[in-house]
């Protein structure tokens, strides 16, 4: 499929598991971001990538781990899963051409 | 204090009413400027973008930058049913990385 994809689209998970989303996009865009989506604060930047390889710290990144070994995935691993990660997680990629970044349809994360 | 802030609403007004959804923003550098909408379980997707200060339209939305009291407004008229979403405002912070608003929810009544 073309565009942006994240799996699973629904995880629920106890706390203290590791846990892994993942996001493929098949434009070869140079950038990807994790976001994570709460009532009351928005969009919050987690992680974000500007190539393979190369990856930097946003707003929020304790908790978090990522890795870029391939230009079309960049998967979002929760190390020890806490109830204060539950929260809606949105993968973007971006051509570094007009700032717009395209978002994937969301992962619904519930961590009991 | 965030960079981009935005009315969380929510707002209800009727079909076919004039909507004004409004953002502030804190850094005088933000030159770029985007509004993105957001359905129901959906992923934002970018709706317009401006850049510097004025107004740009789009069919029935029209987005205004005033720079010298750092507002963002975008204006929706006509309004129907499937303007019903949420509106996030953004602007870049360097390096392809973009500040969002927490969004205005917005519900247009038939």
């Known amino acids: 499929d073309a565009g942006i994809t994240q799996s699973p689209r629904y995880k629920i998970t106890e706390t203290g598991r590791q846990v892994t989303l993942m996001c493929h996009q098949t434009w070869s865009h140079s950038y990807m971001f994790w976001y994570r989506q709460d009532l009351g604060h928005g969009l919050r930047l987690i992680y974000y990538s500007a190539a393979a390889d190369i990856t930097d710290k946003g707003e929020v990144p304790d908790g978090y781990v990522v890795s870029r070994s391939k230009t079309e995935n960049f998967p979002l691993t929760l190390e020890s899963a806490t109830r204060s990660q539950t929260s809606v997680y949105f993968c973007a990629s971006s051509g570094a051409v007009t700032y717009e970044q395209y978002f994937g349809p969301g992962t619904r994360l519930t961590v009991t | 204090q965030k960079e981009v802030e935005q009315d969380p609403g929510p707002l209800s007004v009727p079909e076919g009413a004039i909507v004004s959804l409004n953002c502030t923003y804190s850094?005088?550098?933000?030159?770029?400027f985007m509004w993105y909408r957001q359905y129901s379980r959906k992923g934002p997707e970018l709706l317009m973008y401006t850049y510097s200060s004025g107004n740009k339209e789009d069919g029935r939305f029209t987005a205004q930058v005033d720079k010298s009291s750092k507002y963002i407004s975008l204006f929706i008229r006509d309004s129907q049913p499937s303007d019903s979403a949420t509106y996030l405002c953004a602007s870049p912070l360097g390096d392809e990385k973009l500040t969002f608003g927490t969004g205005t929810r917005l519900t247009i009544i038939p």
């Open positions: 850094n005088s550098a933000f030159q770029y």
